[in-house]
């Protein structure tokens, strides 16, 4: 199961952590859900997902602080002595000293945030939902092609890196090289980043490692891109009968997506750059509704038409 440090998300979101005494070092966040502990405070813990953080907003805030002294312990005492991996507090609230106290004793850490519950929660679940999404790592380079994620693939020394490295130089940008993080964070997206290891270097057989934003810029990198487009390199096969008019669609499945496939054969002469080009745009004119090869067949049909006519 994916999971993510404590540490490392109140970081990300600059968090106050209000129980220092508390060693979050080993906690590990595991879903990207939240919950807002209402129905707890009220004292209903069937169905309880302790394995979610916890999120106080004013609502659970003002309820918590309304209720006597005695009763306020009883439910403290039952909701913290869960496995939880954090309670936060939005809009600069503060637990009660019972609260804290109790929260130490059990060991879950108590944050704060000074955002607005709803908008607290939706950072942390878009964020979690892309940390903890199932990942796979692929050989192939990931570049961002006027809007379009174009993922590279193809067998070890086939020209994946030349092909990105002047897709860069003509102003597009590198997401990652050599290998490519693919998380599945919805059905219908695939998100792509870098190793932080490898992160905007390329590797050129004859020359070594180039770093990309060194040489380039700011510009020409960024951390993640959505996968749109898949291109195969391969090696020409005079044999073999490629697709010429693209009517129907090739697809590849990364972990249950399927998202389009090329696969161009590889040449003297080429110019991989310029087709990588050219299939990223027809491919975001597809999206928006004009299909050329169909424009081309539909031609085609009326032009028989009209001759079958004028006979």
């Not at 869960?82 to 109790?102: A, D, K, S, V």
């Not at 067998?155 to 990652?176: P, Q, Y």
């Amino acid at each position: 199961m994916a999971s993510i440090n404590l540490t490392k998300v109140i970081e990300k979101f600059k968090w106050e952590n209000l129980t220092p005494e508390i060693d979050i070092s080993k906690i590990k966040v595991t879903q990207p859900d939240i919950n807002r502990p209402a129905l707890q405070l009220a004292g209903y813990f069937e169905h309880f997902e302790t394995t979610r953080l916890q999120i106080m907003g004013f609502v659970e805030y003002s309820y918590m602080n309304n209720l006597d002294e005695d009763r306020q312990r009883e439910i403290f005492e039952i909701l913290l002595n869960n496995p939880l991996p954090g309670i936060l507090f939005c809009r600069e609230l503060h637990p009660n000293e019972i609260f804290r106290e109790i929260a130490v004793k059990h060991g879950v850490p108590l944050l704060m945030s000074q955002k607005a519950t709803s908008a607290c929660m939706a950072e942390v679940i878009r964020w979690l939902n892309v940390q903890l999404a199932p990942c796979i790592s692929v050989h192939g380079v990931l570049v961002d092609v006027y809007g379009e994620g174009v993922l590279i693939t193809g067998e070890s020394g086939i020209g994946k890196s030349e092909a990105a490295l002047e897709l860069i130089k003509r102003g597009h940008r590198l997401v990652t090289d050599d290998v490519v993080e693919i998380r599945r964070v919805s059905e219908d997206t695939l998100i792509g980043s870098a190793p932080d290891i490898t992160k905007h270097f390329i590797e050129l057989r004859g020359i070594g490692i180039v770093d990309v934003k060194a040489l380039f810029g700011a510009s020409s990198v960024r951390d993640t891109q959505s996968i749109d487009l898949v291109i195969r390199l391969e090696d020409w096969d005079k044999d073999k009968e490629y697709d010429r008019l693209g009517l129907e669609e090739e697809y590849t499945e990364y972990l249950g997506n399927r998202v389009v496939c090329h696969t161009l054969p590889i040449r003297p002469g080429r110019n991989l750059a310029i087709i990588c080009e050219s299939a990223a745009v027809n491919h975001r004119q597809k999206k928006m509704g004009y299909n050329a090869a169909q424009e081309l067949y539909k031609r085609v049909q009326n032009s028989l038409a009209k001759g079958r006519d004028e006979d």
